[in-house]
């Protein structure tokens, strides 16, 4: 594999206007934010990559600020003028940076990118390179949608329509409290052969075990992180009292904590966000757990531009990944996004991996400026921060 210096690192924070707020239990927010990486090689590639985040601390503890100020004052230092040969280097040279892995994720992901093109080869390849034999990553993924929290059941179903009539297989619903158990009987009820999974973004607590006992009957492929953001341990209480399987995202940030979650049966099925978990070098090391377990696993997205969108479908057409990924097309968030061609929904409710090298999507610099602009304009403190 043909190594690449690090030249430079360019950060651009865009904000993008969505075609439809996405309200989850923790609320929702105008824009789709993100810090843009653009890492340049003495040779003159460029990679890119991005960390996707909100302007609060809602999902997590960092925000795009936060972020910010990490990846400018203590990530870049750390990496320019460094020769790598392959990605997997990037978290040593960054170790003494703890936590923030939103921040460690995006600018790995850009060095993923410019490596695979260093090296001729679409992203996806160059994941498989990294893996044992046998992980030919297939040419598309396939893939499902997520449905924020409406004002009326009729909105909700008119909106499920919507998506099963695009050619999506697999529909999420957003669930709190008063939004559950009446909202998946009127699914079922109108529905009765789709697949189905809810998302709690924690918004239960164990003692509402009993309350969501109740949605067993409700033949749901998961119920995802029902309990707090960062346990585990309640939901191994939790699980055996459930039929349905409880799918974890926000508590698992790291390969090892998948490996406790296992062992102590905190549940069945992960969603594996390459940003949440630091990185594509880290979701590397969880990808080989889930397959060396068996586990069910999907590939979570957190309203990516294309940028990462389609490092994410790189890393879901791996043939671990074995249910739906939360990678819709790209006219379900953006008109336009950042970047060209378009992802589009194919039969059997897929997309297809992009042709080109690295992440094989083109980054439009005049959309690219549109988004900083708009950041600056929305952003009270966008000026003390650049």
């Known amino acids: 594999m043909k190594p690449v210096t690090i030249k430079e690192i360019k950060l651009h ?48 503890s960092e925000t795009v600020l936060t972020a910010l100020h990490i990846t400018r004052d203590f990530l870049i230092p750390k990496l320019l003028g460094q020769t790598l040969h392959s990605p997997t280097e990037v978290p040593a040279l960054v170790k003494t940076v703890r936590g923030n892995h939103h921040a460690r994720a995006g600018v790995e992901a850009a060095l993923w990118d ?47 329509q919507k998506r099963l009539d695009e050619g999506y297989g697999r529909i999420k619903l957003k669930i709190e409290p008063g939004w559950d158990f009446e909202l998946a009987r009127a699914v079922r009820a109108r529905f009765p052969d789709i697949t189905l999974m809810l998302d709690a973004n924690s918004a239960y607590t164990l003692d509402d075990a009993d309350h969501l006992k109740q949605l067993d009957q409700f033949d ?24 349905t399987p409880i799918c974890l995202d926000e508590s698992i940030y790291s390969a090892q904590d998948w490996q406790i979650a296992m062992r102590l049966g905190a549940g069945r099925i992960l969603n594996l966000k ?34 990462g969108r389609a490092a994410n479908l790189a890393f879901a057409a791996l043939p671990a990944v074995n249910l739906p990924s939360d ?37 439009q610099r005049e959309r690219l400026a549109e988004g900083e602009a708009r950041w600056r304009e929305s952003n009270p403190f966008a000026p003390l921060w650049g």
Not at 32 to 47: F, H, M, P, Q
């Open 114 to 160: 410019l490596l695979a093109k260093a090296n001729g080869m679409r992203l996806a390849d160059y994941f498989a390179a990294h893996l044992p034999a046998g992980n030919t990553p297939r040419e598309s993924a396939v893939v499902g949608v997520s449905i924020g929290i409406q004002d009326s059941l009729d909105e909700q179903m008119a909106l499920i």
């Open 274 to 307: 390459p940003t949440r978990v630091g990185g594509y070098t880290e979701s590397l090391k969880t990808y080989r757990l889930c397959q060396e377990s068996g586990t069910p696993l999907w590939i979570g997205g957190m309203l990516e531009t294309g940028i």
């Open 327 to 363: 990678i819709s097309a790209t006219n379900r968030y953006f008109d336009p996004d950042i970047t060209e061609p378009p992802f589009e929904l194919a039969p059997g409710s897929s997309i297809r991996l992009p042709e080109g090298p690295g992440i094989g999507v083109d980054v």
């Open 13 to 60: 924070i865009v904000a993008l206007p969505l075609v439809e707020l996405l309200k989850t239990s923790f609320g929702a927010e105008p824009f789709k934010t993100a810090i843009i990486i653009e890492a340049v090689s003495e040779n003159g590639l460029t990679g890119w990559g991005e960390t996707a985040l909100k302007t609060k601390p809602s999902y997590g």
């Open 220 to 243: 749901l492929l998961m119920i995802e992180q029902p309990l707090a953001y960062d346990d585990i341990y309640e939901h191994s209480l939790l699980q055996p009292q459930l039929n």
